[in-house]
């Protein structure tokens, strides 16, 4: 009996002090929060290994030619397995990403208007990557119909992060790869980025996933060729599968660094 009160004692007091637990110094250590992540646009990779569809040239086509579940299927891979590799438990889903345009997925709930500032809450609970792109990435920002595009681009999106927040999501706007098919700052990716950018001031966007790529242009305006051309094809505008995975590690690395100071873990 005496043996078995002696036990019960130890056993008592290891609780109470700790002991037995799982951390380093005897403590229970809660598993660190799985992130909720969703994939809206174009696929960040493709399984294929080359774009098939991220520069078209009108927005009909655009329309009508969706991401295969394939791409779709290894953007969501390729991004989960970075982030797990950086130490965050990440559930990862692919949400519209089958060539529907930015503008027909805002325009499909209240005419487009953006929610009212008594609708906004605060603690986003999950966060959203998005990558989406003009429906022309060909023509260039001089064209007065893609110029046009541009600005409708920026108010799309800006009601499109306003409404996650709304949702208690935050919204984070994949930066797109710089190309190198027409003179400095008129290309479609140029356009795309500054409206990323103007987008970015009108709401609560973060922009990621830049990656280290050299386009240099003479006196002239003409592109200097370099070995990084040969990563964006024939047409100078089409990222390989060197340059998606690129990115895909930049947004990992900036991903991880927010969940790490959201969550305080490193």
Same mark, same amino acid.
């Given at each position: ?17 700790g002991g ?6 005897g ?5 660190p929060k799985?992130?909720?992540?969703s994939?809206?646009g ?9 774009? &098939?569809?991220?520069?078209l &040239? ?11 579940s ?9 991004l ?7 130490g965050v438990p990440a ?13 027909q997925?805002v325009i ?38 893609? &110029? ?8 799309d ?14 919204v ?12 400095p700052?008129?290309?479609?990716s ?19 996933? &830049? ?5 240099a242009?003479?006196?002239t305006?003409?592109?200097i ?21 690129q990115r ?7 991903i ?11």
């Open positions: 009996m005496k043996k078995t009160a002696t036990a019960i004692l130890v056993s008592l007091c290891l609780a109470a002090c037995g637990g799982s951390g380093g110094d403590s229970l250590t809660p598993a799985s992130l909720k992540l994939l809206y174009q696929p960040l990779v493709a399984a294929s290994g080359t774009v &098939a569809h991220a520069q &040239a009108a927005r009909d086509l655009a329309a009508s030619a969706p991401a295969t394939s791409d779709a299927g290894s953007s969501v891979q390729s989960q397995d970075a982030l797990v590799a950086r559930a990862v889903t692919a949400q519209v990403m089958d060539g529907t345009t930015l503008h997925i499909g709930e209240n005419n487009g208007l953006p929610p009212t500032p008594d609708q906004f809450k605060t603690d986003p609970s999950e966060w959203i990557v998005v990558n989406f792109q003009l429906d022309d990435m060909v023509s260039t920002v001089d064209v007065p119909s893609q &110029a046009a595009a541009i600005q409708q681009f920026i108010q999106l800006s009601v499109f992060v306003q409404r996650a927040a709304v949702s208690g999501k935050r984070f706007a994949v930066q797109p790869i710089q190309t190198c098919d027409a003179k700052g008129a290309s479609a140029s356009g795309l980025q500054n409206a990323l950018t103007q987008a970015s001031l009108k709401s609560n966007l973060s922009i990621i996933g &830049a990656i280290s790529l050299t386009v242009y003479d006196g305006g003409n592109v060729q370099s070995p990084d051309l040969a990563h964006l094809g024939a047409d100078c505008r089409t990222p390989d599968a060197y340059l998606l995975n895909v590690q930049a947004i990992a690395d900036s991880a660094s927010q969940y790490q100071a959201t969550t305080g873990t490193n």
